[in-house]
């Protein structure tokens, strides 16, 4: 009887160790092949880093070879002259040269960037911002990908047209009623 009892259980042993060997080779992950995955994915960005690498050294060896380019002279311009026309009473004035860029940061809403951003899609004057609809600015300033507030673009048209007939008070009371 003792002798049947030992084999039972030698034999629930080995059938225990067969089931867990089992187990432990079908559900739980092998480190070694998480190592070996991330290595052979390093050595695959390795070896595309050092094409890379090749690459752009030998288009630094060419351009180091080619000839220097001349010194570029920037044209001479001459500054174009504002003058006055008056027809019949009425005093009408170019619009502003390019040199003089108003300070659209000056109305609520437009900071910095998104002034620089309207000077680069070519709004650079009060009343260029005046002229234009919300839906003009939009589209001129989408391609710079900037973001801004449509309720501030709304207000922007009597913003600039108080700025370029050089309100400042009226303006800053228009802002007021803005910020409220």
Do not use: C
Request: proline letters at 6%.
């Amino acid at each position: 009887m003792f002798s049947k009892l030992a084999g039972i259980f030698i034999l629930g042993i080995l059938v225990g160790w067969v089931i867990e060997w089992i187990f432990v080779r079908l559900f739980v992950p092998n480190p070694k092949k998480k190592v070996e995955a991330a290595l052979q994915a390093s050595r695959k960005e390795n070896a595309n880093l050092q094409q890379q690498n090749r690459e752009l050294q030998a288009a630094l060896n060419t351009t180091k070879a080619a000839p220097p380019i001349a010194a570029i002279v920037p044209p001479i311009v001459e500054a174009p002259t504002v003058t006055e026309t008056v027809v019949a009473g009425t005093v009408t004035t170019p619009e502003p040269s390019s040199a003089e860029i108003d300070n659209l940061t000056k109305l609520s809403g437009i900071g910095p960037k998104l002034a620089e951003a309207m000077n680069n899609a070519g709004i650079k004057h009060y009343t260029q911002l005046a002229e234009l609809s919300v839906e003009t600015v939009a589209e001129r300033l989408a391609s710079s990908g900037i973001r801004y507030s449509k309720a501030s673009a709304e207000s922007w048209a009597k913003q600039a047209t108080l700025a370029s007939e050089q309100d400042w008070d009226g303006l800053k009371a228009y802002q007021a009623t803005l910020k409220n």
